[in-house]
């Protein structure tokens, strides 16, 4: 079999090389008709007619993870989190920053052709329980294609809510880049924000299995509305969104949590920036991401993280690495906040500085490149060692240029089930990563460990741009 891989070495702590393999990585994720810049060339167009059983057309967007469902909350996510790393870091991405615009224009793209209509957002395509039952590559799809959809009687607030932060927060990272565009975002960005708060219900009971057990929202939806409102705010600033954000902040808690799923420090940091220096409306917004530092740091008393003895933080559930990415990223945006305002938090006896958080980060993210007890990179192609055998169909089965015949729904068991590298390489997809005893078992069986995901990477655009800035 021919191994089809895309940019090859890499040296260790070359956060420049890393980045550049961390944007690539969603050419690997694209659905739809694939255009002639693309880099990843081992893909090709797949899911052309998605959205046809409602007679939308829907080609376009990002595979999640491994498997070839459309899953709009994580996907939403995933392009919120790409704006927010261009916002703070484009300036410091070089020749990368085109394709991180890229790879925010493929989501944002998508997510027009799904809030059209202003009483429906399309919530998800294809059929999760189907999809699962196979192993196929996204260009031979014959599973289930089904269109699920958020309506006023059947509302999905998490889903719409996290679309309008994602169409907001991309006018910001993409005004400098396409004006007009970026206007057709903010208003389209308010049209949904004002669906999924006036039609308030979650998705997981509008669309269920749909939804779950795959991508429930388990905390509600009440974060998302805050979450969109504020980059609302942060966009237009039309001071009807800053007064909900305020209104209804006191309603989520101080959580320290934050994923696809929960928004809740994400909140706080972004807000964090309007208020450091605005002392009658930093309460709870400062306190709460005073909250959030003090949560992660190794020597803080109200520590809620583990670390493992290679330095790994951990949290529970799979996946881990998508909160170490998540986290790094808001300990480098709020160290920065803290810097400009001469900011230092208060963990009980320890005081720390915004340097402690940019230290605590690189850490993170020097472990995730190789600086760990295994010696392995979690980014597929960066560096001399890094998983092989990644849980994601694409990457396990010959590109259509190898193999042009149809590869059936079963028929791909066999490529799973080889002992030898993935045949594609997923350059710059960055696993589940090990576990809290720094092991890792490089197999496609280990899902939790084994597979990647855009909203794992997402963050790390950022992260990595910060750090390729600084290093000597």
Known sequence: MIMSTTIVKSAPGNYADALTKSILFFEGQRSGYLPASQRMTWRKNSALNDGSDIRVRMDGGYYDAGDNVKFHFPMAFTTTMLAWSVIEFGDLMGPDLQHAIEAIRWGTDYFLKATKDPNVVIAQIGDPNSDHGCWERPE??????????VTTSKPGSEVSAEIAAALAASSIALSKNDSRYSQTLVSRAKQVFDFANNHRGSYNDSIGNGACPFYCDFNG????????AA????????Q??????????????????FGWDSKHAGINVLISQRVMNDPPNQNPFIPNADNLI??????????????????LLFKSGASNLQHVTS?????????????????TVNCGSVVAKPAYLIDLAKSQVDYVLGKNPLGMSYMVGYGQKFPQKIHHRASTMPSID?????IGCRDGDKYFDLKSPNINQLTGAIVGGPSEDDSFQDSRFNVSQSEPATYINAPFVGVLAYFKQRNP
């Not at 007064?243 to 320290?256: A, C, D």
């Not at 945006?333 to 001469?342: G, I, L, P, S």
């Open 294 to 311: 003090c949560s992660l740091l190794p020597d803080s008393p109200t520590k809620a993280v583990t670390y493992s003895k290679g330095g």
């Open 231 to 238: 980059w609302l705010y942060k966009a237009s600033n039309d």
């Open 221 to 228: 939806y009440m974060d998302e509305l805050v979450w969109g």
């Open 402 to 406: 190898v193999y042009p015949k149809h």
């Open 140 to 149: 031979d799809m014959d599973t289930s294609r089904k269109t699920y959809v």
């Open 327 to 343: 986290y790094s990223f808001l300990l480098i945006v709020y160290a920065r906040y803290m810097h400009v305002n001469h900011k």
């Open 240 to 257: 009807i969104y800053w007064n909900f954000v305020k209104s209804n902040i006191q309603s989520l808690g101080p959580l320290t949590e």
